[in-house]
């Protein structure tokens, strides 16, 4: 089970840390991953680690971060410099499968049940 926490409401231009929390499973094999979706769009790749160590962005202009604690079997998303159209629901996946296909949304094997953030201008 992934569980996500760390959303809220931020100004534009702060920062904000999300958490997934990992139970029933390590962490350690999969492919971690971010997404995000915003009301009447598609749900849209973000960041993701690879359990090879690869990192893995969308086009944010560098302002996301993305790890993973093992030990905690936690993976975080570090936003900083937020804007307004950074506003959508958060969702952590965990996937086992082939990397080529990591940016994919369709290949996640757990999900969470999301986080909401909102960005005020």
């Known amino acids: 089970e992934l569980v996500e926490s760390g959303g809220g409401l931020v100004q534009a231009g702060g920062s904000l840390r999300l958490c997934c929390t990992a139970?029933?499973?390590?962490?350690?094999?999969?492919?971690m991953k971010w997404f995000r979706q915003a009301p009447g769009k598609e749900r849209e790749f973000v960041a993701a680690?690879?359990?090879?160590?690869?990192y893995f962005y969308g086009d944010f202009q560098g302002r996301f971060d993305i790890s993973r604690d093992i030990a905690k079997n936690m993976v975080y998303l570090q936003m900083d410099n937020v804007k307004p159209e950074d506003s959508a629901v958060y969702y952590c996946?965990?996937?086992?499968?082939?990397?080529?296909?990591?940016?994919?949304?369709?290949?996640?094997?757990?999900w969470g049940q999301g986080t909401q953030v909102i960005v005020s201008a």
């Open positions: 680690h690879s359990s090879l160590g690869g």
């Open positions: 996946g965990a996937y086992a499968g082939p990397i080529r296909k990591i940016r994919d949304p369709g290949t996640v094997d757990y």
């Open positions: 139970s029933g499973g390590s962490i350690e094999s999969y492919h």
